[in-house]
T-cell receptor, first 115, second 112 residues
């Protein structure tokens, strides 16, 4: 079975802190994604990566950056956390060809609270 | 980006067929349609994907009319364990058009 793991299920950070959310997949997938999920807004794509060191902005990249140094790992970085970044963050991976993102496999999510 | 619209919630009873429709009026020619299921405290899980007409797998069917401006996920004979949020996703990831748009989800409540 494909497994996507995220470094933390719950995280509490203070405004202005630099925050790292880590995601690891074990199926050698080329594509990896970061979404945030908020009530009433569904899932919104922040960034995605289709290869090592390659990244592209999604719908809401402002305030975020990403890093993909190894194929299995995709990191989401909040350079200076703000309270409006309090949310559930979901990581996903999929194979190429990624039609509609292919069949995306999601991690369990990280609930981040910024105080 | 193809914006998607789904009903916020639906109610059903065990054993009934449930149809959830997603509207995507500005879907692009090469976009695919994918549906996901999400339980509380879990990430979404893939259900089915299609491009046109009808697709069926062991858990659901996906109906897509000729104009592709909407799609309908059909769940046959639902059970209590089908209570979840269902998301419609439209887009594709190949070179030149890397766009994915999730709907805001439909909360399905199945009653005994």
């Amino acid at each position: 079975d494909v497994k996507v793991t995220q470094s933390s299920r719950y995280l509490v950070k203070r405004t202005g802190e630099k925050v790292f959310l880590e995601c690891v997949q074990d199926m050698d997938h080329e594509n990896m994604f970061w979404y945030r999920q908020d009530p009433g807004l569904g899932l919104r794509l922040i960034y995605f990566s289709y290869d090592v060191k390659m990244k592209e902005k999604g719908d809401i990249p402002e305030g975020y950056s990403v890093s993909r140094e190894k194929k299995e790992r995709f990191s989401l970085i909040l350079e200076s956390a703000s309270t409006n970044q309090t949310s559930m963050y979901l990581c996903a991976s999929s194979t190429i060809p990624g039609l509609a993102g292919g069949e995306q496999y999601f991690g369990p999510g990280t609930r981040l609270t910024v105080t | 980006l193809a914006k998607t619209t789904q009903p916020i919630s639906m109610d059903s009873y065990e054993g009934q067929e449930v149809n959830i429709t997603c509207s995507h009026n500005n879907i692009a020619t090469n976009d695919y349609i994918t549906w996901y299921q999400q339980f509380p405290s879990q990430g979404p899980r893939f259900i089915i994907q299609g491009y046109k007409t009808k697709v069926t797998n062991e858990v659901a069917s996906l109906f897509i009319p000729a104009d592709r401006k909407s799609s309908t996920l059909s769940l046959p004979r639902v059970s209590l364990s089908d209570t979840a949020v269902y998301y419609c996703l439209v887009g594709r990831m190949d070179t030149g058009r890397r766009a994915l748009t999730f709907g805001s989800g439909t909360r399905l409540q199945v009653q005994p």
